[in-house]
């Protein structure tokens, strides 16, 4: 059996100043290059880790060559590392690593997930995640293999899906039919959920936060009045901005195959049952209280 190929992919930064030896530029720029590199790495020492101590020095080192390549990676994506090695010589290495900081920064104000609390506004614990995606995606050795912007482009994707899922709830939420849900904390697929549930009834209702009563009334007026499902989405769906609608479509397609209260409302399934089985979709966004 032969041996895997392993296919060498050093840092931007890394293969840029190789090209270096090329001899294309003269050693004042060889020069300024590095002295540019030492001052950035200086001031990520001083913000990110330790200065007064060696390691810090050094892991400093390393976020600065994933840093400044995330930034040409971003920048000259389809373009050889000879590009990589103009753009630091005409623009500097301080503007490569202000893009790629620029895109951690960006992502970390995205969502990680569907569920938003206050905290997550907190402006400390904002820092100490930026911090923490910064050293996760930065942190390079300059003569390994790293994937840093292969890697952001992959989250960069998730979040950007999880905050499709959030603006929905939000819009959701904002256009509840008693008046607007107010609350900090969000759970964003169970909001999501109770209006996919409630539409079924028809009307083009939207319905971002229930309780006990309201949902046996509901579950009784499904029962009697035999609704179309079908309707009751399409109604939901004309009410939803446009912008919405691709997660729309997708949970009222999960909810139609697989959502066990939708399966079971029309039969004779206790009403217990059913609330219990609604606690299961709709989470904290669910006010079990009988009132």
């Known amino acids: 059996m032969l041996p895997a190929l392993v296919v060498e ?5 890394t293969r840029a100043i190789k090209q270096l030896a090329a001899g294309a530029h003269d050693d004042e720029v060889a020069v300024n290059l590095a002295d540019e590199l030492s001052g950035i790495t200086a001031m990520v020492a001083e913000k990110f880790t330790n200065e007064r101590t060696a390691d810090g020095i050094q892991k400093a080192l390393q976020l600065t060559v994933g840093c400044v390549s995330m930034g040409l990676d971003s920048l000259l994506l389809d373009e050889g590392d000879g590009a990589a090695l103009d753009f630091l010589v005409e623009h500097g290495a301080e503007a490569a690593f202000q893009a790629g900081y620029r895109l951690v920064r960006e992502l970390s104000a995205l969502p990680e997930d569907a569920l938003v609390g206050e905290y997550d506004q907190d402006p400390v614990y904002t820092q100490r ?41 939000g819009w959701l939420r904002r256009h509840h039919e008693r008046g607007p849900v107010n609350d900090s904390d969000l759970n964003a697929e169970g909001v999501i959920a109770l209006a996919i549930i409630f539409a079924i009834e028809g009307g083009g209702r939207v319905v971002a936060r229930t309780g006990q009563k309201d949902f046996e009334r509901f579950v ?13 989405w399409a109604a939901l769906l004309a009410r939803v901005p446009a912008q919405h609608h691709p ?13 066990t209260v939708v399966q079971h409302i029309r039969g004779r399934t206790a009403m217990k049952t059913l609330f219990a089985e609604l606690e299961n979709y709709a989470g904290s966004e669910l006010d079990a209280d009988y009132d």
């Open 9 to 13: 992919n050093l840092p931007r930064l």
């Open 129 to 169: 995640r930026l911090r923490d995606l910064f050293v996760d995606l930065c942190q390079a050795d300059p003569n390994q293999n790293w994937t840093g912007y292969e890697r952001y482009a992959v989250l960069l994707k998730q979040r950007k899906e999880v905050q499709a899922i959030v603006r929905l709830a």
């Open 220 to 232: 009784k007026a499904v029962r009697k009045n035999k609704p179309d499902f079908e309707e009751g």
């Open 247 to 259: 997660v729309l479509l997708e949970r009222i397609a999960n909810y139609r195959e697989h959502c």
